[in-house]
């Protein structure tokens, strides 16, 4: 901190406290009332009394002011203090204290959260000394099930099941469900998706865009297991492969069983752009075709695949249905990559965020988002989506929403975290509102009212 | 039992932060806001391996001063200061649970740490920590706060002797 922020800062407390270190080698110190003499760069303190506190001129002391706000029921906020360090000059009743160097924290200007991910590699070195001084391998835990919830980011499941269930549901409504291959196909495609979680946050780790990150949150900046040395980037890669093995074998299982040509192919492409996301050489999130990948893996890639073990064929209404499914998905990685783009800029990861200016990156989410539903109505309109799949209109408010919390959060990454909320949520609604929309769809023809079925 | 001159029990109880000073790497003070736990006996602190510099500049050297000095960061108003002087050992067999045996003195100052601690997923190196452990040995207190007049002093032996 410099000096003269720091004397700032400490104008702004009502009192101060100074400390040295005694001659027995103890820290020894006491309020004082002081007076900062900025334009001299000093402060002038009130000597405190009694001889057992008679600050010494001979030695290092500090100055150091702190504040918070005491909160009945809860503790306190408002956490800020400065520390100067430097020397004192005896003059009359007061000291004259030259400060030489400062440090401080104010959660007001750097969020705790930030804070505790800025000394994240104090703490890796703290657990290799303690290591070392107790002669048993010592590092951060967390009981099992959060661990592999927080390594494999799992609530994100959501973008998985999204277009799963409607390729199973629009296959339902074209007269073709098995519930085993169903669930077969919905736990492949669940591991696929983990297992892309994992290698991201695996190659993010190598090629440093997560080290370098300082504003994760619950929605961006990968798990932080390898970096907080919940797990080594090792076994982070052995439980990646283990997930795409599942997932293959599975898959494999079902192309035996399904003997569909269309099948295999859309497995490859879909396993192939999940490695080629973060993976190199394509390392397709570094070159701004992440939000491609992604869509084209979370939509078409994963709602085919679901209607094709179904039915054995692909079909242009199951596309269609794809798509808006599609762009929302991209959209959830294209929000959760604003927080991190100083940090995925320093690293060379150039998304579509990092290329853009905010003002491009917020325009072409509103453009985006409305495209999905137009994409809706446009099928409803030629006849390839059931009426009821309007009920996905419902939602539209929550693209609004978000798109006015880019404008007002676009630099604030923890003001971010309830609009990167509400884009996931854009995404879940509108996908279960299809869903719901097919559901009335099959129960309507089932019911013989031809306009809704 | 402890030997903390009453009022200074009570100051210790009823404060939500205190300024830890520990002697740093080149031998000059470096001083930590931290919350005081107080059972009687020791002043404990608890720190994160995260903010863990304290705990190597106390390994090396375990002398430390804790101050009171914030009138407004207590939990009810009390007009005194007190500075004390004392020996710190960490205790860090286990960061991931061992800090829990201060959990309740800690509990009763900041009760939103259950919240926390139950995120314990989202927060994970913070709740990985080290006790500080510290035994007074020598004890400045102001009554009245004003510290442009002499502390009264004690020490173990003279309240041991009263």
Sequence with gaps: MRLEDALRKLNEYPFASIAWVDDDGFPLGAAADFEVDAANGRVLLRRPAGEALAVPADREVSLIAGHIRPQPGIGYDERRYVELWGRVLSDGDRFVFTPQRAWGWDEAEMPFFEYSERTTPQARRYFEELTDEQGRPMRPRLALGWLLLRATRLPFLSATFVPVLLGIAIAARDGAFDPLTALLTVIAAAAVHLALNVANDVFDDLLGADPLNVNPTPYSGGSRVIQYGLLSRRQMAAMSAFLYVLAGAIGLGLVVYTRSLELLTIGIVGIALSVAYTAPPLKLVYRGLGEIDVALGFGPVMLLGAYVVQTGHVSLAALVASLPVAILVALILYVNEIPDRSADAAAGKRTLVVRLSSAAVIRVYLAAALGAFVLIVAGVAAGLLPLPTLLALVALPLAFRVYRGLETFYTSPYGLMSVMATNIRLHLVVGGLLLAGYMVAIAAAAAGLRLLG | ?162
Excluded: N
Aim: with cysteine.
């Design chain 2, 1 to 162: 039992m402890g030997w903390l001159p009453a009022p200074v029990a009570e100051l210790l109880d009823a404060a939500l932060v205190a300024d830890l000073t520990v002697v740093g790497r080149d031998g000059g003070p470096v001083t930590h806001p931290l919350i005081p736990l107080y059972d009687g006996e020791r002043i404990y602190m608890t720190s994160s391996v995260l903010f863990s510099r304290k705990l190597e500049h106390i390994k090396r050297h375990p002398r430390v001063a804790v101050a009171i000095t914030d009138p407004t960061a207590l939990t009810h108003p009390l007009p005194g200061r007190a500075t004390i002087q004392g020996t710190a050992a960490i205790v860090e067999d286990d960061p991931h649970s061992t800090w829990e045996r201060v959990l309740p003195l800690w509990r009763a100052k900041e009760p939103v740490i259950d919240r926390f601690l139950g995120q314990r997923f989202a927060l994970p190196l913070f709740f990985e920590r080290a006790i500080i452990a510290i035994t007074p040995l020598r004890c400045l207190y102001w009554a009245d706060g004003d510290t442009s007049r002499a502390p009264s002093e004690s020490r173990p032996e003279a309240a041991e002797a009263a």
